[in-house]
């Protein structure tokens, strides 16, 4: 049975940093991942590690070993690492894959926290409003029944999302035109936007650092951005260099980048220090799009609670006009 689910970015994270650490110690990849899969006796990292140490013993490579499960290592991160077997730059590259995932997972979770309370609020008054204002109104037991169904619905309901969610992120046409509608969402497409740019600058920089041609880096470093939308925007780059083009003047045919960012790369393109200013990009960026994701989530609670303040003076004259018919009935 094929799994439409990918390692978590904690998973990921996990398998990246171990496996690096040994292999830079001097580790084969066949004792690695065998170490692997016995450290993790059960669940999945355990099995894909047995696996991948089967199929690399059978005379495969890691990246081939990787590709055996599309749906568990994103297909970028395992071309990542096939040009890493070649460049010979393995640890470094799972390495970087695992400080990404780490900051991808750390900004999730960040935002999440941030909007755990204002979830619980619009659970509380969506599910348990509705039993207090019945003890006014009556019909208590109705409104607990429909409490219960409107939990389960919801619970449903996230299920299938998440499970449609999983098959549609798997297939290459609808996984392009869902990273267009988010890098199109007002506000967070803009947060997104910087964060797959960031991500593109550090692939661009280690990769040229360790030697990769600039085409090559390119074309990687687009796959690596993370958005199919935007890579299909910065694929062009790799023939407009092999045609003799700058780099400078290849990104800005993308328009992908300010002003800014391709004074920061030229700076280096000129000096010959490219892979520094790659990285002061990268780490702009990041901040940039670290201080629009806090932006964020100060601005939706705010708009999750005016809404809720509405809900409550709602069921509050509902309320109140079902107590004033039961004292008129009481008084006739």
């Known amino acids: 049975m094929v799994s439409f689910a990918r390692l978590s970015l904690k998973k990921r994270y996990f398998f990246y940093t171990q496996l690096a650490q040994m292999l830079d110690a001097g580790i084969t990849p066949l004792r690695s991942l065998k170490m692997l899969s016995e450290q993790r006796k059960e669940g999945v990292i355990a099995k894909i590690a047995e696996q991948m140490r089967a199929h690399i013993e059978a ?12 749906n568990r290592f994103p297909p970028m991160e395992t071309q990542l690492i096939e040009t890493a077997e070649t460049a010979g730059i393995v640890p470094t590259t799972l390495n970087r ?12 979770a960040e935002f999440l926290n941030r909007m755990l309370y204002p979830f619980f609020i619009v659970f509380v008054v969506t599910f348990f409003l509705p039993v207090f204002v019945s003890i006014f109104i009556g019909n208590v037991v109705d409104a607990l029944i429909g409490c219960a169904w409107n939990l389960f619905y919801l619970s449903l309901l996230v299920f299938v999302v998440r499970t449609i969610w999983q098959m549609l992120i798997n297939i290459p046409s609808t996984r392009f035109m869902i990273h267009r509608i988010l890098l199109a969402i007002p506000l967070f497409g803009g947060y997104l936007r910087k964060l797959m740019l960031a991500r593109f600058a550090k692939t661009l920089e280690f990769l040229y650092a360790a030697g990769v041609p600039v085409a090559d880096s390119l074309t990687l470093a687009s ?36 002003p800014l ?9 000129v000096s010959g220090k490219l892979d520094v200013s790659l990285r002061k990009f990268a780490e702009y960026m990041e901040l940039e799009a670290w201080s629009g994701i806090q932006q964020l989530a100060t601005l939706l609670p705010v708009l999750i ?10 069921m509050v004259f509902q309320a109140f006009q079902g107590y004033l018919g039961v004292v008129q009935q009481t008084t006739q």
């Open 59 to 70: 005379g495969g490579t890691l990246a081939t070993a990787m590709a055996m499960f599309p």
């Open 97 to 108: 894959l695992a400080e990404f995932n780490r900051l991808i997972r750390n900004y999730r």
């Open 223 to 258: 796959k690596s951005c993370g958005n199919e939308a935007m890579a299909r925007r910065l694929y062009p780059t790799t023939k407009m260099v092999r045609d003799g083009m700058t780099i400078t003047a290849a990104l800005g045919k993308t328009y992908e980048f300010t």
């Open 261 to 269: 960012a391709l004074g920061i790369i030229e700076s280096g393109e």
């Open 305 to 314: 609670y005016f809404n809720v303040v509405c809900v409550i003076v709602y």
